[in-house]
């Protein structure tokens, strides 16, 4: 876990965010590399949940809502923590994450637990009085809901049938912990998928072994990964059936994403609660329903934590330590560095012209400092998948080397060809 913050902080992936000033309470910054890896994880669930299906569209929600809607979906009540004080060293702690003593000083003379609702707070407007009041989305999934007739008429989709988001989500987590994992603002990749009720049950299974493949196709072993089914007293105040896809963090087995039948709990609050009728009416049968819902809902900036921890290795190569990211070539932040040989005056044209054939492609790193070997290391340690040097050879043959990231093996390769060789070795389309 310490190398990895480490490695984060020192190659770009993620800083923490105001640091000239000291930081601000677990918040973080993404650094160039963070950014592309980031984008990389929202793309492959993005491909896997929508473009590659014909039965999920895609919706971006506002962040900033009515305290309507989260009265209706039962955060205003229910989306709390029960919160406790240390009298002694007057810490603030989630009560049902300690232990009944305080984790900083030891005191077991705790206030009584009170709920702490998790919800940012703000007014929207000049005026700060309680008609302005509105709330930063605490979940994605509430922008799905609140659209349905809208997507229904626009899309004409019928169950089974998804509406699937990507975005920013805002939680006053009290103890806001190990690195990216808990933070008051992360992203989410979630997925409302409406369903005729008597099939909930199917595409609830359905749904959770096509979210543990995803994981487990993108690089993270499968021992690494479990799928884990929540007992009756864990469940949501709105789910019938929940299951967690968990990923071994260096803490021991913690989540990733929840799969959760939340049966027309939604649908039905926001129908009676907006008077807008959210059903379905199926012209060929002459039927009318409330669709149930299957939800997956996934954590990108968490999930992008466990792609990292997982990918990471040490191994030697030539008697020499290195570090790796053994990262899929799909989440590698660049996929390909275009490497010439020393700064000469002939080299460094020849490598640019190389750089130019492959940027339309894919996204590439260009590197001149520095001698051969180290810049070959700092790629292998930020997990770019392929490195493309240009030597002198190169001014003679129009061929370069393509070094693979995780056997150190070399082949020369044409100019001519390289673009199509890097798109085969790339898996790209
Ligand atoms: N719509 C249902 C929902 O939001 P959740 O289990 O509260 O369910 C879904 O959140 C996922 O969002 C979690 O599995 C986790 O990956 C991510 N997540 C939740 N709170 C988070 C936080 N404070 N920091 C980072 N990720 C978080």
Not at 36 to 61: E, H, P, T, Y
Not at 203 to 226: K, N
Not at 384 to 413: G, H, K, M
Request: proline share 5%; net charge negative; aromatic share 10%.
């Amino acid at each position: 876990m310490e190398q990895v913050v480490n490695l984060c902080k020192r190659r770009g992936f993620i800083f923490p965010s105001a640091e000239i000033y000291g930081g601000f309470r677990s918040t973080y910054d993404y650094g160039p590399l963070g950014v592309l890896l980031l984008r990389n994880v929202k793309d492959a669930w993005w491909r896997s949940m929508v473009q590659l299906r014909d039965d999920v569209v895609g919706i971006d929600a506002a962040i900033l809502s009515t305290p309507r809607i989260w009265e209706a979906s039962g955060h205003l009540a229910n989306f709390t923590d029960p919160l406790v004080d240390c009298k002694s060293c007057h810490e603030r702690w989630r009560a049902d994450k300690i232990d009944g003593k305080c984790p900083a000083c030891g005191s077991s003379d705790l206030t009584e637990a009170r709920a702490f609702n998790l919800m940012f707070k703000t007014h929207a407007g000049p005026v700060e009085d309680a008609g302005a009041v509105a709330y930063l989305r605490p979940e994605t999934a509430q922008g799905m809901f609140v659209n349905f007739a809208n997507v229904l008429r626009t899309t004409r989709k019928k169950p089974p049938f998804g509406i699937a988001q990507v975005g920013k989500s805002f939680r006053n987590e009290i103890t806001p912990q190990n690195f990216v994992f808990r933070t008051r603002e992360f992203e989410q990749m979630e997925m409302e998928y409406f369903v005729p009720p008597p099939e909930a049950d199917r595409w609830f299974e359905y749904w959770c072994e096509a979210r543990f493949a995803w994981y487990r196709d993108l690089g993270i072993p499968e021992g690494d990964l479990r799928l884990r089914h929540h007992d009756q007293s864990e469940l949501s105040h709105y789910s019938k059936a929940t299951a967690d896809v968990e990923f071994r963090f260096p803490w021991g087995f913690d989540e990733l994403e929840g799969i959760a039948n939340r049966t027309d709990f939604d649908l039905g609050a926001h129908s009676s609660a907006s008077g807008e009728r959210l059903e379905y009416f199926d012209q060929a049968t002459g039927e009318r329903y409330v669709p149930h819902v299957i939800e997956p809902a996934a954590g990108a900036t968490r999930t992008m934590m466990a792609f990292l921890i997982s990918a990471y290795a040490e191994d030697e190569v030539a008697g020499e330590r290195r570090s790796l990211l053994r990262l899929d070539a799909r989440l590698a932040p660049y996929k390909v560095a275009v490497l010439p040989l020393s700064k000469n005056e002939a080299l460094v044209p020849l490598a640019r012209e190389v750089l130019a054939l492959l940027q339309p492609l894919t996204m590439c790193d260009f590197d001149v400092t520095q001698a051969i070997g180290r810049r070959y290391r700092r790629q292998d340690e930020i997990g770019t998948p392929f490195c493309v040097t240009v030597d002198f050879d190169s001014l003679e043959d129009r061929s370069v080397t393509v070094r693979e990231r995780d056997t150190t093996a070399q082949v020369r390769v044409p100019i001519e060809g390289l673009r199509e060789h890097m798109r085969e070795r790339l898996g790209l389309c």
